[in-house]
């Protein structure tokens, strides 16, 4: 593996996988020159051993032609998160159409014109950018909503069906100051300040009527309601 600047997880990268040594030589230098920190690799291999647990914004340039299988196998294998770039001196359209499909960032001709590539690599890492964002963004509301009891995943996916608390109490049959305190909790817990953010929270949990379906949150409701019934105390 041929290896640009150091990097942390935190940083942009741009891999190259490509089998000849004068393309990867090549294709580092105007990649670097840009400013990217750029990874290089002579196969699907090694360059799978790096990405097992990628976690930064990047893409990959990507030769169609590889000594230990094509650049549309390798495709298959990786993270739908990691953009991929086809670079090919022997596509077609049938195989430039399947790329593409598969979700291909870019599918380019050899020999590639320097600002062609650059730009694909800018798109491509942009849109990594703003997946790895909204990743973590998401990750962070199931971490809230898994602080959450099951009485509370049950409170909170009536609140945001539009019940009010009076109605909560006896959908759960429980009484409505409980179910005020359990609203507090459920707020605190997810670090929202309005029900129009609860709501929010809680579609990106999909959390919905179905949740009451759930025998396992039932039985867990029903072994709380002593809790409840200290709540109302």
């Not at 979700?103 to 997946?131: C, M, N, Q, T, Y």
């Not at 999909?206 to 009451?212: I, K, P, Q, S």
Request: hydrophobic share 45%; proline share 3%.
């Amino acid at each position: 593996m041929d290896r640009g600047t150091d990097m942390t997880d935190s940083t942009a990268v741009v891999f190259v996988v490509d089998d000849d040594d004068s393309v990867r030589t090549a294709l580092g230098r105007l990649i670097r020159s840009v400013g990217y920190c750029v990874e290089a690799f002579d196969s699907a291999g090694a360059f799978l051993d790096r990405v097992k647990h990628l976690r930064c914004t990047a893409c990959v340039v990507l030769d169609i032609q590889l000594p230990d299988q094509s650049g549309l196998e390798l495709q298959r294998r990786l993270d739908p998160s990691l953009p991929v770039i086809f670079l090919t001196g022997h596509g077609d359209i049938a195989m430039t159409v399947g790329a593409m499909k598969a979700g291909a960032a870019d599918f380019l001709p050899k020999p590639v014109r320097d600002v062609d590539l650059l730009s694909a690599i800018a798109h491509a890492l942009e849109w990594s950018a703003r997946r790895g964002a909204t990743k973590c963004e998401q990750d962070a509301i199931q971490r809230c909503f898994e602080r959450l009891t099951p009485r509370e995943r049950q409170v909170m996916a009536l609140i945001v069906s539009g019940l009010l608390n009076k109605q909560v109490a006896g959908e759960l049959g429980t009484v409505e100051k409980t179910i005020k305190v359990h609203r507090a909790r459920v707020m605190e817990k997810m670090e929202v300040t309005s029900l129009a953010q609860l709501v929010r929270v809680a579609d990106r949990v999909r959390v919905d009527a179905a949740t009451l379906s759930d025998a396992s949150h039932w039985a867990a409701i029903k072994a709380s309601q002593a809790s409840d019934t200290h709540l109302s105390a």
